[in-house]
Structures are given as C-alpha cells and as structure tokens.
C-alpha cells in the first residue's frame, strides 16, 4: 500500500450540491447526507485513511441505479459502488466526493435453475444469504472470502477464497451481469449457457472492474453440486518452507484438494488464543477433500505420504461436519486473531500471488524479512493458488513505523513481481496498490485508460481508484 496515493481529486461543490437535491427529492429518507452515515460509506478495513462522500443513497431497484446514475452523469459528480464495506485497499473511498450508492436493500435472490447449477441475484446478497437460501437445494455456492461480502462487491473486485484451488475465483464462476452504464441505461453482457463466442468477453471486463466502469445491478452466478462426502483437517510442520514444498507436490501430482491453507506459527498462536483450540504452534496445513467415502479417503492419504517426504506431522482429518465448522471458522477469523496479538496496534492487510513453483521462496524471504525487521506479522494464504496475505501490525500513529511498514510492502510485493506474480491476488487494486500496478502492467495501463475513457468519459465510476488518469 501507499499513502501517497490516497489524495484528494477535484471537486465541484455547485454540482454536488444540485445532485444532493434531485437525489433527495427524488428518493426522500433513502437518501442520507448526514455525517454518521457519510462515515459509515467511506469505511476501509485498513490504516488507508477515509474520505467521504457527500451523500449516500439507498437503492432498491435497477431504475433507482439508473436514475442516479443519470443524475450523476449529467452534473458529472462521482459515484461510488458500495457493498457491505468489507474491501481492503480503499475502494470504496471517495476522493473526489460524490454520491455512494449502497445496494444492501437490493437483496433478492431472482432465480434459481436448479438443472443447470445456476442462478441469478441482486448486487446486495451476501455469500451467506445465498448458501442459507439454496441449502434445501442440494447446491452451493463456493466462493468465500474471509468477509461475508456482498455478491456485488465480489464481482467488482473479483473475489477469491479457501475455495479457489477446486472452483476458481469470481471471474470464473459468474456467467452474465446487468450493469448500468455512464449513460444511465443497463445492459446485458452475456445469457445463461456455459460458453459463448458471440462478441467480446464483456462480462469479465467488468468482473473485476472494482466499479470504475459501471454498476452491476444483477449477477448470474454457477452452483455446484454439494459433495457427497467432505474430509478436512490439519497437518503441521518443521518450516512454513516444508509446508509449502508440500503444498506443491500435492497440487503438481494432480490431487484433487478442494482446499489447502497455509498458516505460520505465528497465525496458529493467534487461532489458538482466539479460537480457543488446541492446535501444536507450528506452520500448518488445513486441507479439505470432496468426493465420495472412497474418493476423500484415498486423497486424504495420498496427502499424508507427500506430507510425510517434507516432515509433516501426522494428517488428522475428520468427516464430522461440526469439526470441521470448528476449522474452517477459525480460518476464516483469522483476521480477528491477528488483531487481538495486539489490539492497539493498527493492521494492514496485504497479499500477493505467485506462481505455484514460486511459493515456498517467496514465504521464505518474507519471514525472513519480518524477522529482520522484528516485525509482528502474520502469514495465511490460499496455497493452492500460490496466494498469501500478510497482517502486518503497527503504530500508525508513528510516522518511522509507517514508513516501515510501507517499505515492508514495497519489498514484498517487488519479490513477488520478481517471481513472475502479482502484487494482489485477490484483494484488488484499489487505491493502495495503484504505484504497484504501474509496475506490474505498465505496458497495458493505456489501454485500460482507454478502455475507461470509452466507457466512462467524464470519469464518474469510482474515480481514483486502480489508475491515475
């Protein structure tokens, strides 16, 4: 991340003010202009200070979207996508003012082709809301962020999870969206059928577009199938180095995983204390196999002796479905732990990705950097996917510990630029990474300003965020 990327854009108060108007007039008490709320609407999950919109407006339909949008658009005042605020690198943050357009009201369930394994939501349905609303179904769906994020939020920032190395990341598991354009009309990027060669590829153009093109206003997702038999459990080792090295002999020898966490000695500390397990204080593995009786046995051992070549400590898994709820809630509290080593510190979140091959070298020389730096900073990260996310704790407050733990995340995601990665794997760009991305992709960054230029002329999508224009 960068504060030096954090500023504050132009803007024009006549014509903020004028669209505060129509908006009020038009959507009476679900528009809101009131300082708690402007608060709420600019709030990060991060040290990346706030910056409010001027007004927030709470949409129940696509013709809401579109009016406001409409209204924007012709005073050429900012809008802001907002979720459940769950993002990471400043997102929904409004540096040039604006308005924020919060989907939570837009949270129905449209449709569900339980024969095709699909299904169609509003913007402002959670992942949880959905697996709750499809459990009598005998489908699920499997993406799943730490944060019970909006579906909306995921698309536009193209959302990963534990569950990526078996079901891939949003961009691979949304088959069509409605997005309201710059000029306030909605459109359609794709149908329902599971490929398509008509035209250009629009629905993942705008999957991961972190709002800067337009707003989705509806979302067709895949399901899956809920597995007859699911094993998980843990494994710990000598070094995170040995438990990556077995993260990649499992995925490069074809085993079918459907997830492997990776957690530093320092993160399971922090699980423990939280969580309130039990677990040896050593890097660890949390695996997850689906399949049949027969199927997650088998893989369940097949992982055990690769486990096993690197010093791996004995694989307990279980099928008992609440042990397993026991695992991978703490998993995904991991956040929550780390912040409770030290809750008057402030904590910045980061990731990076890597090639598979890549992995354990990366983790390595980043331990070895938190060390060198006596850093308190723990490591978690989707494995299989050579993706991993850093916690680093620090006083904000202090401006050497700042500039220290910028540094740090300069180094980190060089190294991982190095390795032939990304600097976010899943986390996006946001305003944190935008030095980053410049480096990364230098030599695609004016197509996309040309791409959000086409789309977007007078620059009122999200304005700020993942490119200076």
Known sequence: MALKDVIDGPRDAEAIAAVCAMLKQRFGDAFQAGQS??????????????????????????????DVVRACATHKVPVVAFGVGSSLEGQVNAPFGGISVDFSRMNKVLRVNA?????????????????????????????DPGANASLGGMAS??????????????????????????????????????????????????????????????ITLRLQGIPAKISGGVCAFP???????????TIQMGVPVARIEMLDEMQIRACNAYSKLSYDERPTLFLEFHGTDETVALHSQQFAEIAAEFGGGEFHYTTNAEERATLW????????????????????????????????????????????????????????????????????????????????????????????????????IGQGKISYLEQELASALPVMRTIKASLDPDNIFNPGKIFRL
């Open 157 to 218: 920032t193209r959302a990963s999870g534990t569950n990526a190395v078996r079901y891939g990341t949003m961009k691979d598991n949304v088959l069509a969206l409605t997005v309201v354009t710059a000029n306030g009309e909605e459109i359609l990027t794709a149908q329902r059928a599971r490929k398509s060669s008509a035209g250009y590829d629009l629905t993942r153009l705008f999957v991961g577009s972190e709002g800067t093109l337009g707003l989705i206003t509806s």
């Open 37 to 66: 709320f402007r608060e709420q609407h600019s709030h990060t999950t991060t040290y990346l200070p706030s910056q409010l919109p001027d007004g927030v407006v709470f949409v129940e339909s696509s013709e809401d979207v579109s």
């Open 239 to 249: 070094t995170l180095q040995d438990a990556c090295n077995a993260v990649i002999m």
């Open 115 to 143: 024969e095709d394994l699909d299904c169609t939501v509003e913007p402002g349905v959670t992942r949880e809301e959905l697996n709750t609303y499809l459990r009598d179904t005998g489908l699920f769906f499997p993406i």
């Open 329 to 428: 809630k703490a998993r995904h509290n991991a956040y929550w732990a780390s912040r409770a080593l030290a809750p008057e510190l402030a904590a910045l979140s980061t990731d990076v990705c890597v090639p598979i091959s890549m992995l354990a070298d990366c983790v390595a020389q980043t331990q070895a950097d938190i060390r060198e730096n006596n850093f308190l900073a723990p490591i978690v990260g989707h494995a299989g996917d050579g993706n991993f996310h850093v916690l680093l704790l620090f006083n904000d407050k202090d401006p050497k510990d700042v500039a220290k733990a910028e540094a740090f995340i300069g180094r980190l995601n060089n190294r991982a630029l190095a390795m032939e990665g990304t600097c976010t794997g899943e986390h996006g």
